[in-house]
């Protein structure tokens, strides 16, 4: 049985179990090079049950357990680097549900540990043998990493710009973010006010996930109390979205979009190139050529954009799910630093003026429900569809059909029991017709 996925090891809690947690770790620890790892969780409510088996096994196999407690998954990737750290295992199943975790691994140089790599770490499991009674590990505390991860983000602002004292509600989910954000955003000098800023496991406030349709309530205050710009994160606060101050929704793409012209824009090194993923806006890629700077694509997933910026270095790396790199800092998607250039942006002109510079084209994001099996039969279809009707396409990850002005991608997501189409194009109802018309040829609906 394979255990990890996209990006770590994730499953309910029957399925995720303390029993299989130790296992993984003990192999982690011993792949990892049984040395300094790391250890961070979220809030969930399984997360401390399974943050024991994590740091009991590390400590079995020999490895110093560096455990920061509950903290974002920038900041526990951030430390890797300050600690002189060999790994971290982050518990946490980010934008999932409440009744979902899981073990999200990086290695010593701060790339994610992807599903291949991953597989290297299950031929482990079953060989696995604790050290010595007197070799076991020590378990060391660390306390201050949320303030050391805050102070960072600092130096790499312009403070000097941020004295319009710009007004930002931040809706952190009831996750991680409520360590970070408040604090980093009232230190910058702005006017704070927070949404769902008690952490709890359950996520009472809304779903983890920040889409449209989650943050409703964040749309509506930028809207009712006049503020510049609203910001909302996911459980572990890798991802984040915008919303302007008209009350606009920006989603993933275009805050990737919006920080390639915010880095870009202070001047490039030449032949300077972004990395981003294989279902990201086009806008993206627009956006970087205006500067002279190529655009690299991978799979989709944080471990593939991790191990491309490692082999070549990229200006900036991100996703459609609004998880940006900046590799200056480190190469986690962080949140908190995205939003804090967007708080430096913001004072020089509106979110809304800044959008204006994104090229304009409009997303249809779809999910059908799939097991492993049923996976490999729609993404069958689709690859079938575009040989026989001999159509622009690459399956790099899924199967992605390049068409005039528009795109389209069929994917099997490697976290969830789905298949993903997300369609892309210059209006709106073609997009819609994309996804409605690929999604039929998944099912089996339409021939090709």
Known sequence: MAYFGTNGVRGKFNELTPDLALKLSQAIGIYLGRGRIIVARDCRLTGETLRCAVVAALASVGCKVIDIGIASS???????????????????????????????????????????????????LGSVAAVQWDRIGKIERYDTANAEHIEAIKALIDSKKIKKKPKVILDCGNGTAALIAPKLFRDLGCEVITLNGQM????????????????????????????????????DGDRVIFVDEKGNYVIGDRVYALCVIWKLGKGTKAGSE????????????????????????????APYLCEEMMRKPAALGGEEVGGVIWPEFSLAKDGFLTAAKMAEAICEKPLGRWLGEVPAYYNVKRKIDADDKQKKVLIGRVLEHAKKSRLDYFDIDGVRVNLKDAWVIVRPSGTEPYVRIFAEAREGTEAKRLADEYEKIAKGEKKG
């Open 74 to 124: 920038p900041t526990a990737e951030f430390m890797i680097k300050k600690l002189k750290a060999d790994g971290c295992i982050i518990i946490s199943a980010s934008h999932n549900p409440p009744e979902w975790n899981a073990l999200k691994v990086v290695d010593g140089k701060g790339v994610a540990i992807s599903k291949e790599r991953g597989l290297e770490i299950e031929k482990l």
């Open 200 to 235: 709890d496991g359950t996520f009472p406030g809304r779903p983890s996930e920040p889409t449209e349709a989650n943050v409703k309530e964040l749309i509506a205050a930028v809207k009712t109390k006049g503020a510049d710009a609203g910001v909302a994160w996911d459980g």
């Open 274 to 301: 972004i990395v981003t993923t294989v279902a990201t806006s086009k806008a993206v890629e627009d956006v970087a050529r205006r500067y002279g700077v190529k655009t690299r694509y991978t799979a989709i997933g």
